[in-house]
Nanobody
Framework: QVQLVESGGGLVQPGGSLRLSCAAS????????MGWYRQGPGKGRELVAV???????NYTDSVKGRFTISRDDAKNTVYLEMNSLKPEDTAVYYC????????????????WGQGTQVTISS
């Protein structure tokens, strides 16, 4: 079994900052890409940022220059530092990780966190 546990969401004013964390635990042989999606009110889920193992990070255009994704492989944890937050960043943020283990036949499989609410409002 694999668990992804997110933390760090909350309510902040426009222009504020938040740092999301997502820790993977359980049966893990290797982790390839890790990343964050979000789903705003009445919207579909969109990719926010992804950090492949040993490769260049990618961001959706609307967060470039404001958000930074990073990972600590020793802790199986991915972070999302969010600055200059805007009301349109309001969403439930989901982390994911491409994890290979015995159950997946040692092939990468997307595991998801439960989601954490981020609300930007004055």
């Amino acid at each position: 079994q694999v668990q992804l546990v997110e933390s760090g969401g909350g309510l902040v004013q426009p222009g504020g900052s938040l740092r999301l964390s997502c820790a993977a635990s359980g049966s893990i042989f290797s982790i390839n890409a890790m990343g964050w999606y979000r789903q705003g009110p009445g919207k579909g889920r969109e990719l926010v940022a992804v950090i492949p193992s040993g490769a260049t990070t990618n961001y959706t255009d609307s967060v470039k220059g404001r958000f930074t994704i990073s990972r600590d492989d020793a802790k199986n944890t991915v972070y999302l530092e969010m600055n200059s937050l805007k009301p349109e960043d309001t969403a439930v943020y989901y982390c994911y990780a491409d994890i290979a283990n015995f159950d997946t036949g040692f092939m990468p499989y997307d595991y998801w966190g439960q989601g954490t609410q981020v609300t930007i409002s004055s």
